[in-house]
């Protein structure tokens, strides 16, 4: 394939000895690990650079691996760009008086523009140059591939990390090499294993940062948690970037992900990859631990018994030309067999015996339809399968199996069509255009709704069971999900400016119901302690049988539409000032359609860029942004969806004796119909403030990139983070029926429900103040409703140094080392301290702000308070073929807080102190303020990640490859958290009943193998 044509090439080279002066000025990043800056979202490239013979001079930029040719010219500062390239090595060739002067090879990668240093300005006199200087090429031993460098780019403030297909499949890292795993190999990422299992970038919780597959926006917006993605045999290159990102990204107050799929060439290669997971063993995947309470011994958690079966991931690929010079395809088929995994549940009794399969394919064409034009098509399917089969044990402990319990089946189904339009219309105009759709229905196992769901209860004694056909558990119902998205902008060159002007428009789609089955859902009460009052008001004195009604759901919308126009000013031939600001519209509707809510948010950005030496050796850069954040669509659902909830009672005659459903049935009383669930969304102004914002947030960065001797490069990066706003939800009432009351509605009466605002700021509200049926706006001033103003401030310090792979030094090494502290009263997006259920609550209805009593305590060290972050990554290429390779991650422990309730005698409403006092999850312990992180700190964190890869060639086409990677070899079982729930009840005396659970641990994972086998053609 292409690769090894140009390994051939280039080893030509090596033997006349002529690589060693192409070394030597090869001082630069690693395009293949650790990567520079970037231009503007894109799945294209481009390149730049500066002849110092000045004006007039031809450069002609090649790619043999498409046909690519294309020919600029040189202002009169010496300067020439150009962009819209396809990923891949490209040639630049110096002409002049129509003669050759200097040639090398450079590597472009997506959304980067690489610097290509002087030719002219070492060969000054020469006619011809020869492949000495080909800087750009670094060939390793016969066996390695080629390793490509760029330098450090100065063309914008933006700071970024680049990983491609290559450096991410030697290094050990897990089976899937998700972007998150991928992000993890910097310092400045943290990983929430208590929450969501996904990575915290800039500080901001895992819920904030957005994910991108060749520009489209993947982020789930159902939850904001992760993303739709795609196998990593189908990714080329992922780009992290941790906050202050420029103002053509979307709105996020995290971080970014993004990630651009493989694409073909002139060149025909094929490949089948194995991935393999040993089934449990005591060696290679050993099982986890027995947690048992540190209180009593008793046994928490049961994991010596769960265990799993081999797993096997295989993928066939194959790239090449179907039009030589014009039209390229990448295929890829995946596959994954079925995989049993067992677990066993002590104090239930059960066991699970989990069945996961999927197949997935994809093509992806890029259309060369002329030069300066191209179009690229990628187009995806998954289909997956995981079913479950429960069984009762024959006692706590045993893994004997004894009745069988149930069965689900959940389809999954996911597809992905994106398409990118890219024109170098000339040198100064580019034309961007990006299209796509996201789609995955998922089918969730539910209740039958023909079926009625019966249970019986025995009223003396509590115990009820269900005596009906249909024994599975009330769930939820198929959803679908979809999202379209398009974006376009134009890139104008103009003078010494670069101007962008683009807009983007993302729709997307939820719709999901649930509740009980529609033929009924009965319980039969038999009345055993006597006559009793019901809810409804009336009094029974004979068995009877209670109805419930719940369905709930709707069809969630929400758009997402942006406009930006960015600025970047090469104000000197060092300096390039970058300005930018961004405009953001995002609309959210209810269950029926109806308009919910419209946010504009307006983000500014600056940027600089100060080539120190001229040469792109020593760059400082700084950023300074205001950034924003759309609410995704479990939002939308709390406050907007359809929900329809009663209850009625019955005297009834019989018993159907097939289904077990009552008959001759008699109303008693009235039917009790829950306020606001009558299947109508509530308005807007009964669930919200009027005047309610998006989220904000400000980050600053300052840094310096410096190359240090012929492989190395450091890099220091300094910032602050600073949260403006948030969106959550209060229930104290009392807050406005106070000030109605004291502003001229004494008698006003507010509703008992929680409503959203934006905690710290002035509020809103309309409602019935005169009681006449005409609703007015009052406007209540933060200093009235007593809520803590958000407050999140993240300080950090970031350390890198990274050495590039040569000729002559054949390995790899990356070394991050951060500090931060993380300050504040809340996490932003989720609550990462009350740990479970993503912060107890859909995100904007977590219970932070839900009393001014509720945030006494909640200012201080926030989880991601991890004071110090190591972690380094390395690969050594030995001539033989062999690659040993690892990761080691190190950090000190992240601060632990202490809940439980809010003392009676802290002042309140009566309200308050009926709901309140039983609140467990406030920054209580026993009766005592524990300020939020300071009820002491995890220990250190450490895990040390290997991995052995063997190279064999056959002939000049074919490579095998066997790898061994094994995650947290030392199997070291650190505690990861404990938990922070102190006070489990309250005694007939007022003491606290503590918790036996608290301060239990949680520990990490067990030693984990991999089995990966190559193989390339």
């Not at 958690?301 to 081999?310: A, F, I, R, T």
């Not at 933060?782 to 803590?788: D, K």
Request: net charge neutral; with cysteine.
């Amino acid at each position: 394939m292409g690769t090894n044509s140009n390994e051939n090439r280039f080893a030509s080279v090596r033997r006349h000895g002529l690589l060693r002066a192409s070394i030597g000025l090869a001082i630069a990043l690693m395009a293949t690990g650790y990567g520079g800056d970037v231009c503007a979202q894109s799945i294209t490239g481009g390149l730049y650079g500066r002849e110092p013979a000045g004006a007039n001079l031809v450069i002609v930029v090649t790619s043999q691996a498409t046909g690519f040719k294309r020919e600029l010219k040189t202002d009169a500062q010496g300067r020439y760009r150009t962009a819209g390239l396809n990923p891949g090595n490209y040639q630049v060739t110096v002409q002049k008086d129509g003669k050759p002067v200097g040639e090398r090879t450079v590597r472009v990668k997506p959304d980067v523009q690489t610097p290509v240093p002087a030719l002219t300005a070492t060969v000054a006199g020469a006619t011809v140059a020869t492949a000495t200087h080909e800087l750009g090429a670094v060939v390793v031993s016969g066996n390695a591939a080629a390793t490509q460098t760029v330098q450090i780019d100065v063309s914008t403030p933006e700071l970024t990390s680049h990983y491609s297909k290559e450096l991410t499949d030697d290094l050990p890292l897990p089976g899937a090499a998700s972007p998150e795993s991928i992000a993890l190999l910097r310092s400045n990422v943290r990983y929430d294993d208590n929450n969501t299992g996904l990575v915290q970038l800039a500080g901001a919780s895992p819920a904030e940062n957005r994910y991108y597959l060749n520009e489209f926006d993947t982020t789930n917006d159902r939850t904001s948690l992760g993303s739709n993605r795609l196998p990593r045999e189908a990714i080329q290159d992922t780009q992290v970037i941790a906050g202050n990102f420029g103002a053509s990204w979307t709105n996020a107050t995290g971080g970014i992900m993004a990630q651009t799929i493989r694409q073909g060439t002139n060149d025909f290669a094929a490949g089948y990859s194995l991935y393999l997971t040993p089934g449990t063993s005591r060696l290679l995947n050993p099982r986890a631990h027995n947690v048992y309470r540190a209180s009593d011994g008793t046994l928490v958690g049961y994991n010596s018994e769960n265990h799993h079966d081999w797993s096997a991931t295989q993928y066939f690929w194959g790239s090449g030309a179907l039009i030589r010079d014009r039209l390229f395809a990448f295929v890829l088929l995946g596959n994954n067999p079925p995989t049993k995994s067992f677990s066993y549940n002590y104090y239930n009794q059960r066991a699970s015996v989990s069945s996961v399969r999927q197949k997935n394919a994809l093509v992806n064409l890029t259309w060369n339809i002329m030069d300066g034009m191209t179009f690229n098509l990628a187009g995806s399917r998954i289909w997956g399968l995981t079913s479950t089969n429960t069984w009762q044990t024959t006692a706590p402990g045993s893994t004997a199996f004894n009745k069988w319990l149930g069965y689900t089946r959940n389809p999954n189904r996911q597809r992905f069509l994106i398409g990118n339009y890219n024109w170098h219309i000339n040198d100064d105009l580019d034309l961007r255009v990006m299209g796509g759709h996201l789609g995955q229905p998922t089918y969730r196992g539910s209740v039958d709704d023909t079926v009625p769901y019966v249970t019986s209860c025995a009223d003396k004694t509590g115990i009820c069971n269900n005596i009906g056909n249909n024994i599975k558990e009330k769930g939820f119902k198929p959803d679908d999900y979809w999202r379209t998205g398009y974006k376009a902008d134009l890139t104008w060159h103009v003078g010494d400016h670069k101007l962008v002007f683009g807009a983007e428009h993302y729709k997307h789609f939820l719709s999901e119901s649930w509740g009980y089955p529609l033929a009924g859902d009965y319980t039969y009460h038999d009345l055993g302690n006597g006559p009793i009052l019901l809810p409804n008001g009336s009094t029974v004195s004979a068995p009877y049988v209670e109805q419930q009604f719940n369905r709930e759901g709707g069809r969630m919308i929400s758009v997402n539409k942006g406009a930006y126009i960015e600025d970047y000013w090469q104000a000197t031939d060092r300096l390039v000032l970058y300005g930018g600001v961004r405009f953001d519209r995002y609309i959210q509707k209810d269950a029926i359609e109806r308009p919910m809510f419209n946010f504009p948010v307006v983000s500014p950005r600056l940027g600089v860029s100060w080539d120190v030496n001229g040469d792109s050796s020593l760059k400082v850069g700084a950023n300074l942004g205001r950034y924003s954040l759309s609410m995704p669509s479990n939002f939308s659902f709390g406050l907007g969806e359809s929900n329809e909830t009663w209850q009625q009672y019955y005297y009834y005659t019989g018993i159907d004796p097939v289904t077990k459903a009552p008959t001759g049935l008699t109303p008693i009383g009235g039917r009790i119909q829950q306020p606001g669930k009558d299947g109508i969304p509530p308005s807007v102004d009964q669930v919200a403030a009027t005047n309610l914002k998006a989220p904000m947030e400000d980050m600053a960065q300052i840094y310096v990139q410096k190359q240090l001797g012929r492989s190395w490069i450091g890099q220091v990066d300094i910032g602050v983070n600073n949260l403006k706003r948030v969106i959550n939800e209060t229930c104290d009432y009392t807050l406005i029926e106070s000030w109605a009351h004291s502003h001229g509605y004494p008698n006003y009466s507010d509703p008992q429900y929680c409503f959203e605002i934006n905690p710290g700021n002035p509020i809103t509200v309309v409602r019935d103040f005169a009681g006449n049926g005409t609703k007015t706006a009052m406007t209540i001033p933060s200093s009235a409703l007593g809520l803590a103003a958000p407050r999140h401030k993240y300080y950090h310090l970031t350390l890198d140094l990274n050495h590039v792979r040569t000729a002559e030094e054949p390995w790899y090494l990356g070394l991050s080392y951060t500090w931060t502290h993380s300050y504040g009263n809340t996490s932003g997006y989720l609550d990462l301290s009350r740990q479970g259920g993503y912060g107890q609550g859909y995100i904007g209805q977590q219970d932070l702000w839900d009393f001014p009593q509720q945030m006494l305590g909640a200012s201080g060290n926030l989880p991601n308070d991890i004071r110090h972050s190591f972690t380094a990554s390395g690969v050594y290429y030995f001539a033989n073929g062999l690659r040993p390779s690892f990761t080691l991650a190190v950090h000190s422990g992240e601060p632990l807080s202490c809940f439980g309730f809010i003392p009676q005698t802290i002042p309140g409403d009566a309200y308050l102190q009926d709901y309140g006092y039983y609140y467990g999850d406030s920054y209580f312990c026993n009766g005592k303020m524990v300020t939020q992180g300071s009820a002491g700190r995890l220990p250190w964190y450490v895990q040390l990640n290997v991995g052995l890869g063997y190279d064999m060639k056959f002939g000049n086409h074919s490579k095998l490859s066997l790898d061994i990677d094994i995650q947290n070899v030392t199997n070291h079982r650190g505690v990861i958290n404990r938990y922070q729930y102190h006070d489990a009840n309250i005694a007939a005396d007022g003491s606290i009943i503590v918790d036996p659970n608290y301060g239990q641990a949680s520990y990490q994972a067990p030693r984990t193998t991999y089995l990966v086998l190559r193989y390339t053609y």
